[in-house]
């Protein structure tokens, strides 16, 4: 029975994960926005801006900052270059965003 019990689990795989944790603060008066790298899975929080395409990169723990963006600008944050993309929009002020992706395999 346990035998079959571990044939049955090593079938399904062990799957990965893809999460993040950051923290934005936008000033909407002088357009500066800073991003703050909390946790992330590959060790790096990617952003990019929709309009106008700005990118940053931060390593957890530290903080990466873009200047002339307006508040409501969309973004994508990422794990990695090729991972999952984390859309959002900005919000004048302090937030904190956690995103997780599971996949199976």
């Avoid at 999460?19 to 946790?39: E, L, Q």
């Avoid at 794990?79 to 984390?86: A, L, Y």
């Amino acid at each position: 029975m346990t035998i079959g019990l571990a044939s049955l689990l090593a079938a399904c795989g062990t799957g990965s994960a893809e999460s993040m944790a950051y923290a934005s603060d936008v000033d909407g008066t002088t357009g500066i926005v800073k991003f703050t790298c909390n946790s992330s899975s590959s060790g790096r929080c990617l952003f990019k801006m929709d309009e106008g395409g700005q990118q940053a990169s931060a390593a957890v723990g530290e903080t990466a900052t873009l200047s002339e963006i307006k508040p409501g600008t969309s973004y994508c944050a990422r794990t990695r270059k090729d991972g999952n993309c984390f859309r959002k929009a900005l919000i004048t002020g302090h937030q904190v965003i956690r995103h997780e992706v599971r996949h199976s395999g």
